[in-house]
């Protein structure tokens, strides 16, 4: 197949989208919403309202350096360090007397927000780790014979086909890196330029891209070793290549169409939902397209690469 004989046009594309991502994480870093860094949301409505004019009203408070973001057409998120009693009392009088509508109103501590960040990083690498294991364990040799001696000693023939369950779990993981990657350096960038910020939701679209991107790549793999067991049962020597190209070829469709219709809702969730959920709603649209793409044009490619590699 044309993605398995070019693999080093693709290996080469994954590469300079990895390293990108890495820079852009590295120089900008990602911009920590309340959610961990601790803090005061406010989320207000104001038809007659204009940023300048919420910014000149504001200009009076030590509130440090505060983000202030219009949402919708009257609507505006407002996120400032944590407010003392009478500083919390004051910003909200001076926003009414704008004619501000309070819709929201929420705190959360530096000490919560540090839990909640180091909570996330656990979340995502116990994630990783589950689907190495789950990998290894559903990709185990199959058991192709059992005998049992005049002695009564059973023994147990197992037949990987020549590719250890590991292998599949460990280009799985390294898909897995690349898909959570791209959103993060999209979301680096975005924070930079537009002061997009991350929260729980990112990291929860995070945990369901590591799902969802999962899932593509183990059916190729379910299809490759459904043909190795062909080849072995029929005595065909076939090229390992042609193989999981055969695989791919086979499932190719159905990654595409999946994805497209996952897309189809994820575009409507962020074009016509609620302001809080586009960045969620975002991350999952970039976490879809990149985990497509490593399930067909990097995981398949890499496993005819280690596999040739360890003969």
């Given at each position: 197949?044309?993605?398995?004989?070019?693999?080093?046009?693709?290996?080469?594309?994954?590469?300079?989208?990895?390293?990108?991502?890495?820079?852009?994480?590295?120089?900008?870093?990602?911009?920590?919403?309340?959610?961990?860094?601790?803090?005061?949301?406010?989320?207000?409505?104001?038809?007659?309202?204009?940023?300048?004019?919420?910014?000149?009203?504001?200009?009076?408070?030590?509130?440090?350096?505060?983000?202030?973001?219009?949402?919708?057409?009257?609507?505006?998120?407002?996120?400032?360090?944590?407010?003392?009693?009478?500083?919390?009392?004051?910003?909200?009088?001076?926003?009414?007397?704008?004619?501000?509508?309070?819709?929201?109103?929420?705190?959360?501590?530096?000490?919560?927000?540090?839990?909640?960040?180091?909570?996330?990083?656990?979340?995502?690498?116990?994630?990783?780790?589950?689907?190495?294991?789950?990998?290894?364990?559903?990709?185990?040799?199959?058991?192709?014979?059992?005998?049992?001696?005049?002695?009564?000693?059973?023994?147990?023939?197992?037949?990987?086909?020549?590719?250890?369950?590991?292998?599949?779990?460990l280009v799985a993981i390294i898909a897995?890196?690349?898909?959570?990657?791209?959103?993060?350096?999209?979301?680096?960038?975005?924070?930079?330029?537009?002061?997009?910020?991350?929260?729980v939701l990112f990291v929860m679209a995070?945990?369901?891209?590591?799902?969802?991107?999962?899932?593509?790549?183990?059916?190729?793999?379910?299809?490759?070793?459904?043909?190795?067991?062909?080849?072995?049962?029929?005595?065909?020597?076939?090229?390992?290549?042609?193989?999981?190209?055969?695989?791919?070829?086979?499932?190719?469709?159905?990654?595409?169409?999946?994805?497209?219709?996952?897309?189809?809702?994820?575009?409507?969730?962020?074009?016509?939902?609620?302001?809080?959920?586009?960045?969620?709603?975002?991350?999952?649209?970039?976490?879809?397209?990149?985990?497509?793409?490593?399930?067909?044009?990097?995981?398949?490619?890499?496993?005819?690469?280690?596999?040739?590699?360890?003969?």
């Open positions: 197949m044309y993605i398995i004989k070019h693999r080093r046009i693709f290996f080469s594309i994954t590469a300079i989208v990895v390293a990108l991502s890495i820079a852009i994480t590295a120089i900008f870093g990602l911009k920590l919403g309340i959610d961990f860094t601790g803090g005061t949301l406010v989320e207000f409505n104001c038809a007659d309202c204009s940023k300048a004019v919420i910014d000149e009203s504001l200009s009076g408070y030590d509130l440090g350096e505060y983000s202030l973001r219009q949402s919708g057409d009257s609507g505006f998120v407002l996120r400032t360090k944590a407010l003392e009693g009478s500083q919390r009392e004051a910003v909200l009088k001076t926003l009414a007397s704008d004619g501000a509508t309070i819709s929201n109103f929420s705190e959360v501590g530096p000490t919560i927000g540090q839990e909640l960040k180091d909570k996330a990083l656990w979340a995502i690498g116990l994630v990783m780790l589950a689907i190495v294991l789950f990998i290894a364990f559903a990709f185990r040799p199959a058991i192709v014979k059992t005998e049992t001696s005049k002695t009564g000693i059973i023994t147990v023939t197992r037949d990987s086909h020549g590719v250890s369950s590991w292998i599949y779990g897995l890196i690349h898909d959570v990657l791209v959103p993060v350096g999209i979301f680096a960038l975005l924070g930079y330029f537009t002061g997009a910020e991350v929260g995070l945990l369901a891209i590591l799902g969802y991107s999962v899932n593509d790549t183990i059916v190729v793999f379910d299809r490759v070793r459904e043909h190795l067991k062909e080849n072995a049962d029929n005595k065909r020597d076939e090229d390992f290549g042609e193989t999981v190209g055969k695989a791919l070829s086979e499932t190719i469709t159905r990654s595409i169409n999946t994805s497209f219709t996952t897309l189809i809702v994820l575009l409507a969730l962020y074009f016509a939902g609620p302001v809080v959920t586009q960045n969620f709603a975002l991350t999952l649209i970039a976490g879809v397209i990149a985990g497509t793409y490593s399930s067909i044009f990097l995981a398949s490619p890499l496993l005819v690469v280690i596999k040739k590699w360890r003969e």
